[in-house]
């Protein structure tokens, strides 16, 4: 696609110029000639004008063929033009036009391709924004599944108002999760554009209020510095979301989400005691946070140890604009 630009605005180009030259030559010949014939009337009138170089007064032929014969006579002799000035003045002309055309092309040519390459860009992040989305419901709805199929199953045994309990409870997780991925659809375009300043302690506090009530039944602790990043937020918050909510998930009774910088470097970390009780997932919400930690340039490590289950992050200055809060 990027030759074929190329190749026809060149030819187009080559066109526009061959027009050029054509009008260019015809103007100069044209302004030569009444040059010429000023020169000669001038010399008819006086004898003692000197001509310039590209005329010639012979009485004999001149056989040199850059030397043409003119249709005037000075006392019976001969008129000679050498027009070599005139094909000077159109060869520079068509070197001149020549350079600008290949500028032209060049700078054309270059900014197609920015344009092009944002417009492919622009559609990977549509393909992996939907692939992304598809993976969040995905995993949400399994989640949901998973727990009502378990209510169900302590249903059918026995009434329990604790199981009616936990099926409004997912409800309302359920339906919290659908207007939250309604809103990220609301705002498909500037989603995938936009992107911000983020105070990520402002944003890890706002993401626990969602889990207020689940934070009343364990322990939750927490230690985070003031630190801002540039990016989509977003996704961001998508990535911090699920780490907190795969910890509340599969936690005993104790969590505990660590966000500090050390040598110019954002660490966090997001750890929980694993309950046995609890089903293995699925690993859908695990694989969608990598996905967007390898597009944001965030490296992770998930590690078990001593019955926690740890999830380490960090996020480099050469990638990210960061700085201290100080009060802000």
């Known amino acids: 696609m990027l030759g074929c630009f190329a190749l026809v605005l060149f030819v187009g180009l080559s066109a ?21 014939e000023t020169e000669i009337k001038l010399k008819q009138c006086d004898k003692r004008h000197l001509l310039p170089e590209y005329i010639k007064i012979s009485s004999e032929p001149i056989l040199n063929p850059n ?3 003119y249709p005037q006579t000075i006392n019976g002799k001969s008129v ?36 092009l390459w944002i417009h492919l860009k622009e559609r990977e992040e549509n393909r992996d924004f939907l692939e992304l989305l598809l993976l969040a419901i995905s995993h949400k709805l399994g989640n949901f599944l998973a727990a009502q199929q378990l209510n169900l199953e302590i249903l059918k045994e026995k009434h329990s108002l604790e199981a009616v309990k936990r099926l409004e409870r997912g409800y309302s997780t359920i339906e919290k999760d659908f207007r939250y991925i309604l809103q990220v659809i609301k705002n ?11 105070n990520l302690k ?6 626990l209020t969602v889990f207020k009530e689940e934070s009343q039944e364990k322990s939750l602790q927490l230690s985070l510095v003031p630190a801002e990043i540039y990016a989509a937020k977003t996704e961001i918050e998508t990535v911090f979301y699920l780490l907190i909510e795969n910890a509340f998930k599969y936690a005993r009774k104790a969590i505990f989400i660590n966000l500090f910088i050390r040598n110019k470097t954002i660490f966090f970390v997001v750890r929980n005691d694993v309950d046995p009780k609890v089903p293995k997932g699925s690993g859908v919400g695990l694989s969608l946070v990598q996905k967007l930690a390898i597009k944001n340039k965030i490296k992770l490590t998930f590690k078990r140890e001593n019955g ?3 999830v380490e992050g960090e996020i480099s200055k050469p990638y990210y604009l960061m700085r201290l809060l100080r009060g802000v």
Do not use: C, M
């Open 16 to 36: 526009i110029n061959i027009i050029s030259i054509s009008v260019y030559r015809y103007s100069l010949t044209e302004i030569f000639t009444q040059h010429l």
């Open 188 to 198: 498909f375009k500037g989603y995938l554009r936009k992107k911000e300043k983020i």
């Open 80 to 115: 000679y033009v050498n027009w070599r000035p005139v094909y000077q003045g159109i060869k520079e002309f068509a070197f001149l036009l020549f350079l600008w055309e290949v500028v032209l092309v060049l700078a054309l040519t270059f900014l197609f391709y920015k344009l």
């Open 202 to 207: 402002a944003l890890i506090e706002d993401i």
């Open 308 to 310: 926690y289950f740890i």
């Open 67 to 69: 030397w043409v014969p």
